[in-house]
Each structure stands twice: as C-alpha cells, then as structure tokens.
C-alpha cells in the first residue's frame, strides 16, 4: 500500500470483477511485453507464477488509474481479474491453478487451464490479429496455438493472465456449471464437497 497509487485505497474485490478498480487492461502487447520484460530483467525465472503476478501488481498499483468512466466502453481489465486472484490465493494459501483445479473436481467440471486445443488437437484453435499484439506476421488472423507460442512473452503474458479467462471447459460442463451458479444465488448450495 505505501507504494500504492492513493486512487486505488477504496479498490476490493466487487470492484475487480466488474471492472471498476480502474487497473490498466493489460490486454495488448503495448502493454504487457514491456511489464514482462521489466520483471524478467529484476526477477529472473526464480519465481513461480503466482510470484510474477505479484510482482505484476505490484507494479500496476504504481501506475495511473484508467479514468472513472460514466459508461464503461473499454474497461475491461485482466489486471483486475490477477488481483482478485491474488486475493483468493493470499486467503486459501493455494495458487489460483490450485483453486481451479479444485472447483471443478468438486463439481465434477472436468476443467482444463489452458486453450482446448493444447488438450486435445480435434478441439477449436483460437486466433488473433497479429496486427493488434504489434507482431510482425503478415496475415489478419492467425491460430494462436500454431503461431504465436513461439514468442516467449505471449507465453509469460497468457501465464500471468490465466485468472482472467484461459480455461476450457466442455459445452455441457460449463452448462452444469452454469446451474450451479444459478441454484447458488437462489440459496441451493448442496452441490460442494467438502
């Protein structure tokens, strides 16, 4: 907090998930490559990944915030969706991964963190403007999974960013997934193991 932008003093998790923190997006290259290579020149690879998110947060928290908007139309942030699970893991003492891993056999989701296709080479491969992450690949759209592994910062960047959405889950799961959310907030919670 004493290295903490004072804009973010009233941040709490409410405010992380709809994103309302005001945290940067860290959603394009411009953005993320030069944090990773700022803490992979200070860090080195000798810390796991739930380290180089704090490190990443850290950082962030020294940045200033986006501007407070009446309608949001670009706040989107996935720096706000690593926070709150860095809050979820300071609580817990596990990492996030570990978190995931445990909901879903909890529930029986069959979760996978990371894209389908890693999984399984029948499943769909997602694709990305290269234009829009400043790589120098002539095409509109590219697969990710063929292309853009190559760069180790993509790499760091979906790392660092898993908390925001890289998990795959069967179209059927995520179903049963969305019926337990549904029970949970009209008061059914009888479907968790303890």
């Known amino acids: 907090k004493a290295n903490a932008n004072p804009a973010y003093y009233d941040m709490n998790l409410q405010k992380l998930l709809s994103h309302r923190a005001r945290l940067i997006n860290f959603k394009n290259g ?20 739930s380290g180089k998110r704090y490190f990443l947060i850290k950082d962030i928290l020294k940045k200033d915030p986006l501007p407070v908007y009446e309608e949001c139309n670009d706040c989107y942030s996935n720096a706000g969706y690593i926070a709150a699970a860095m809050m ?42 290269p234009k829009y992450w400043n790589l120098d690949i002539e095409q509109d759209l590219v697969p990710i999974s063929d292309q853009l592994q190559v760069y180790h910062n993509y790499n760091q960047s979906n790392l660092l960013t898993n908390p925001s959405g890289n998990i795959s889950i069967t179209t059927e799961n995520f179903l049963e997934y969305l019926q337990f959310y549904l029970d949970g907030i009209n008061g059914k919670n009888n479907y968790l193991k303890s």
């Open 30 to 49: 411009d953005e993320v490559f030069p944090i990773i290579e700022e803490y992979e020149e200070k860090i080195g690879d000798e810390l796991k990944i």
């Open 88 to 129: 979820l893991e300071k609580v817990s003492g596990s990492t996030w991964e570990e978190l995931m891993m445990k909901l879903s056999n909890n529930l029986n989701l069959d979760l996978y963190i990371g894209w389908p296709v890693d999984l399984d080479s029948n499943q769909p491969k997602g694709h990305i403007n």
